[in-house]
């Protein structure tokens, strides 16, 4: 069984930093595609990077330009970092995982239920 546990969300101001973990953990498939969604109150669930078991990534419009993806070298552990927070980002963040050698590019663009492992999610509130 996968579990997925994230960690480091809080609360910052707007302009500031944070970086959030992911570790993965249980019985895991080769192939695998991780990712981040985030939701809101009040606003649709939407995707904000992935990267696959090649080390590929690929961002959502909102975060590409602020955000950075990544992932160790044993690829168990899943990294956001967020620079230029704004109240916007402020979201439940989700981490992701997918064992069917997904791509990151198909990951953008791949229905919801294809990830099939979902960690509780971590809180990010950013204050103006």
């Known amino acids: 069984q996968v579990q997925l546990v994230e960690s480091g969300g809080g609360s910052v101001q707007a302009g500031g930093s944070l970086t959030l973990s992911c570790a993965l953990s249980g019985y895991i498939l080769k192939g695998h595609c991780m990712g981040w969604f985030r939701q809101a109150p009040g606003r649709e669930r939407e995707r904000v990077a992935f990267i696959d078991s090649e080390g590929r990534t690929t961002y959502g419009d909102s975060a590409k330009a602020r955000f950075t993806i990544s992932q160790n070298n044993a690829k168990n552990i899943l990294y956001l970092q967020m620079n230029s927070l704004k109240p916007e980002d402020t979201a439940m963040y989700y981490c992701?995982?997918?064992?069917?050698?997904?791509?990151?590019?198909?990951?953008?663009?791949?229905?919801?239920?294809?990830?099939?492992?979902w960690g509780q999610g971590t809180q990010v509130t950013v204050s103006s």
């Open positions: 992701v995982a997918d064992f069917s050698q997904m791509t990151a590019i198909d990951a953008l663009g791949a229905p919801e239920a294809h990830f099939g492992y």
